[in-house]
């Protein structure tokens, strides 16, 4: 069962070309991770995966549905955390939530009761009441993955979910994503954090310079190398750039 | 301690040369900011200029003064009034002078007392202590008669000017640690409107002094010419006049705010130096009170989406600074405008649908308003019929602050003018242009959004400018012309013989017509705002 269809998929701004056609089928039900350096075009993949950027060429279907001609079906089944993006800051938490879940339809008895569950999973119960603007970078990230649950996506894409976050916080979104996608549910996300992309994901795709350069289960794409992060230099031919040679004056011995 | 006037007098070993470093900062910084873009130099060229021939005149008036009766009075208002803007110039530019941040210089080794010195000489460089000593020599040479005077005259102004300029630092440094935090910014956001509305009052003020003449200042200026600076001003007349102790007092005064200021900004200097920033510090907010979901007033508003929204955007219009500050101006000018013309007489009673319009620019560039928190909105519009929910609770939460307040500045006007047969068609008028300017509205929101840069005083991102200006001015232009026939009926019917007769149908006649355009406007807006959510969300994400 695929979840995520991406055919011949390019983006271009000005002359620069952030997405080079891709093509990409993504199994339902498994965690998954879309690693590269920064620049590689990840953000500008998921955004137009999720219908916030309008795509040069291309399609791309989740669910079984295009996400051009009929966000009705899809949108109702996605939750999305951007990166760079802002929220409605100057509302609390709650309020955040609340004005979220309302917003997709659902009954309001009902938001309250998920967001009260989410906030004190997500340990925000005590801050539910401060106004988003004056959050952390990790309580904000929690804040945006709960409005993204609320109203139990089917899949789930979260852009840089751990860029800048506590190892609490972090430890914490951790645990409640594993939890999602124990129940079925899809999970994608971008990251150029190896280690955590392994320890995390069942399945991965390697994004350079808009192009994919290898996707499968985590032990295909690791093949014979030791681990992801090497697996991932030789992919993008990073390998033996050695820094050692110069700057042979640095050690911290004075001027 | 005392302020030196001259950087080469101080003794002190390391000073001299740190004054001097300051001042080719200060310099260079001036330099290099002039060095970025031919524009910002001929700004600033151009700035340099007018402020000299203003300075020019002003002086020229200041010497033609010299033997007026009322002269001190003037001088001493003058001199005040460059004080209070002295003060308030660092809160509308706190970024605007780089040498003024001491946070900058926190990684330096320096004592306070040293940086003060070099800090104060250094700000003494610029076109605004130019202005003011021009000013301060005018106001001398307007009011000193005999030697003596003359003598306190030079006195008076270096007094005044160091006053003044160590009045900016303090008021500044004072501030920095407010300007680092997210209150504090909010506050500055929402002084820019001190000046909207400020300029009004002087204008108003003005106006009065016109018809009255300078007697009307000798009470204020009584109080005036013992505050400092205007005080060493006061001292330089009351030599003239043989009070030789009332001006040693006036001059003693200005002298121990000097000693003040400079000991108060010395003292928060040390503070920024040695604490952390206020940024990084946790808003001490206490616990605020457990509210659960909707409560209040907001169960008044309608279930679904229209209620949502609605609640959002009546939230915003509270809680964010840019957001209400254009309120705040738009419900000021909206207000001042038709009832400060009908106090004074010169005003028409159709100056009321002022109030309309400057509260229907309110639905412009509703997703700008956003920012890039627009993705919110967009992951949940998916169909044309949720794009109008949208756009349609957006218009129904700006009604529910202007259709009473529009009413209520309309009926003030019409009683100040006591034409109450009027009131009618004027509240149609009113009525029809905010259908009018709500349905243009909706219409450019959708088709020319533009980014609110949330942080400083700017309220369109670079390269944006044009497209705002098209939006905002096609916009009231388009929907001047929408009123078209509301205001031919209008006129029609004030010059047909018997016409006033029915001039009531107006009211009922401008409603509906409003009501029809706004409707028909959010109609036109759904389709596009539906179809176009990537590019809108793209157009508001800048900045």
Redesign the interface.
């Known amino acids: 069962m695929t979840s995520v269809r991406v055919r011949n998929l390019w983006k271009r701004f000005g002359q620069q070309v952030a997405v080079a056609g891709i093509d990409l089928d993504l199994p339902s039900g498994k965690f998954i991770g879309l690693v590269g350096p920064n620049g590689a075009g990840k953000t500008t993949t998921l955004s137009m995966v999720t219908g916030l950027l309008r795509p040069d060429q291309g399609s791309v279907e989740v669910v079984g549905h295009d996400v051009w001609r009929d966000p009705v079906e899809v949108k109702a089944r996605i939750g999305v955390l951007p990166e760079g993006l802002r929220l409605f800051e100057r509302l609390s938490g709650r309020e955040l939530l609340s004005y979220s879940g309302r917003l997709r339809g659902l009954p309001g008895a009902e938001v309250d009761k998920r967001a009260t569950q989410l906030l004190d999973v997500l340990d925000l119960a005590g801050a539910q009441h401060k106004l988003v603007v004056d959050y952390s970078t990790g309580m904000r990230k929690k804040i945006g993955l709960a409005a993204a649950l609320l109203h139990n996506p089917e899949v789930l894409f979260l852009d840089e979910p751990f860029e800048g976050v506590d190892p609490v916080s972090a430890q914490i979104i951790r645990g409640v994503l594993e939890r999602y996608t124990a129940s079925g549910a899809t999970v994608v996300f971008s990251s150029h954090v190896m280690e955590l992309v392994e320890s995390l994901c069942d399945w991965v795709a390697v994004m350079a310079a808009g192009r994919i350069r290898a996707h499968g289960t985590l032990e295909e794409v690791r093949g014979a190398a030791p681990s992801l992060q090497r697996a991932f230099l030789e992919l993008v031919g990073a390998q033996g750039r050695d820094t050692g040679s110069d700057l042979d004056w640095l050690g911290g011995a004075g001027r | 301690m005392s302020a030196p006037a001259a950087p080469a007098s101080t003794t002190a070993a390391p000073a001299p040369d740190l004054v001097a470093t300051v001042v080719r900062l200060k310099l260079s910084l001036l330099r290099n900011g002039l060095r970025q873009s031919s524009g910002r130099r001929a700004a600033y060229v151009a700035s340099a200029v007018l402020t000299l021939v203003f300075a020019a005149l002003l002086l020229l008036g200041l010497v033609a003064l010299r033997g007026h009766a009322h002269a001190v009075s003037l001088v001493v208002l003058l001199v005040a009034v460059f004080a209070v803007g002295w003060a308030v110039m660092p809160l509308f530019f706190p970024g605007g002078d780089e040498t003024l941040d001491p946070t900058r210089l926190v990684m330096l080794p320096l004592r306070p007392l040293p940086l003060v010195r070099a800090l104060l000489v250094a700000s003494l460089v610029g076109i605004g202590p130019l202005l003011t000593l021009l000013v301060l020599a005018g106001s001398v040479v307007a009011v000193a008669h005999g030697a003596a005077a003359w003598t306190v005259g030079v006195l008076a102004v270096a007094l005044g000017l160091l006053v003044c300029v160590a009045l900016a630092r303090a008021v500044a440094a004072a501030n920095i640690r407010l300007l680092t935090s997210?209150k504090g910014r909010d506050l500055a956001v929402l002084s820019g409107l001190v000046i909207a509305v400020g300029v009004q009052f002087v204008n108003f003020g003005v106006q009065r002094l016109g018809s009255s003449g300078l007697g009307e200042l000798d009470p204020t200026a009584a109080v005036l010419r013992w505050l400092p600076p205007a005080s060493a001003v006061g001292a330089v007349h009351s030599v003239s006049e043989g009070d030789y102790g009332v001006a040693a007092a006036q001059l003693a005064v200005s002298a121990a705010a000097l000693a003040l200021l400079v000991t108060a900004w010395a003292r928060s200097m040390t503070r920024l130096m040695t604490s952390p920033d206020g940024s990084t510090l946790?808003?001490a907010?206490p616990?605020?009170?457990?509210?659960?979901?909707?409560a209040g007033p907001a169960r008044l508003l309608p279930?679904?989406?229209t209620?949502?929204?609605m609640?959002?955007s009546l939230?915003?219009v509270w809680?964010?600074p840019k957001t209400k500050a254009a309120w705040v101006t738009s419900l000021a000018i909206g207000l001042i405008v038709p009832v400060f013309n009908a106090l004074q007489g010169t005003g028409s009673i159709y100056f009321a649908c002022f109030a309309a319009g400057m509260l229907g620019i309110q639905m412009y560039n509703q997703f700008g308003q956003?920012?890039?928190?627009f993705?919110?909105?967009?992951?949940?519009?998916?169909?044309t019929r949720d794009a109008y929910d949208e756009l349609r609770a957006r218009a129904l939460a700006l009604l529910l602050i202007t259709l009473p307040y529009a009413t209520a500045v309309t009926v003030l006007t019409t009683a100040l003018l006591g034409d109450w047969a009027k009131l009618p068609e004027v509240l149609g008028l009113s009525l029809a242009l905010l259908g009018a300017m709500l349905a243009t509205g909706a219409w450019t929101s959708a088709r020319f959004p533009y980014s609110i840069p949330q942080e400083g005083y700017k309220n369109v991102a670079p390269g944006q400018a044009g497209l705002a200006w098209i939006a905002v001015f096609g916009g009231m232009v388009s929907a001047a012309l929408l009123c078209a026939p509301v205001i031919a009926v209008t006129i029609w019917l004030n010059v047909s013989e018997g016409g006033d007769a029915w001039t009531w149908l107006l009211l009922p006649g401008g409603a509906v017509y409003g009501a029809g355009v706004t409707l028909l406007g959010l109609r036109l807006a759904a389709p596009r705002t539906a179809s176009r959510?990537?590019?809108i969300?793209?157009a508001v994400?800048k900045g």
């Open positions: 997210r946790q808003a907010e616990a605020a009170q457990k509210r659960r979901g909707r279930g679904g989406r209620g949502t929204v609640e959002r939230r915003y809680r964010d956003d920012t890039s928190a993705w919110m909105v967009a992951m949940t519009i998916s169909s959510l990537p590019e969300l793209s994400s």
